[in-house]
Nanobody, 128 residues
Framework: QVQLVESGGGLVQAGGSLRLSCAAS????????MGWFRQAPGKEREFVAV????????YYADSVKDRFTVSRDNAKNTVYLQMNSLKPEDTAAYYC?????????????????????WGQGTQVTVSS
């Protein structure tokens, strides 16, 4: 079992920045690709970003590319999502997820069903 706890959400003005954290406990953290997803009210949960277990590869949704950066610290069992130049359309609950796959991340990691564990989410609200 892997437990995931997100933090760092909040209210920010458009153009501002936030850094989300996801702390993991349980099995060997570096075995897991870690993804970030988000879900706005009335919408499907969508992929945001993912990082491979050793942190050597990352993959982003087009909507956040060049604004968001995913990183991880395996010594701290934590993955981060640095969000810059935030827009009102980034408003959503953000979830981290763990996939027991030791692969270079790519399109396969955008699919929710490949993830084995999910956090409870943290709310990000961007005001205009």
């Amino acid at each position: 079992q892997v437990q995931l706890v997100e933090s760092g959400g909040g209210l920010v003005q458009a153009g501002g920045s936030l850094r989300l954290s996801c702390a993991a406990s349980g099995r060997t953290f570096s075995n897991y690709a870690m993804g970030w997803f988000r879900q706005a009210p009335g919408k499907e949960r969508e992929f945001v970003a993912v990082i491979s277990g050793k942190g050597r590869s990352t993959y982003y949704a087009d909507s956040v590319k060049d604004r968001f950066t995913v990183s991880r610290d395996n010594a701290k069992n934590t993955v981060y999502l640095q969000m810059n130049s935030l827009k009102p359309e980034d408003t959503a609950a953000y979830y981290c997820a763990a996939a027991d796959r030791q692969l270079r991340v790519g399109n396969w990691a955008t699919v929710r069903s490949v993830y084995d564990y999910w956090g409870q989410g943290t709310q990000v609200t961007v005001s205009s």
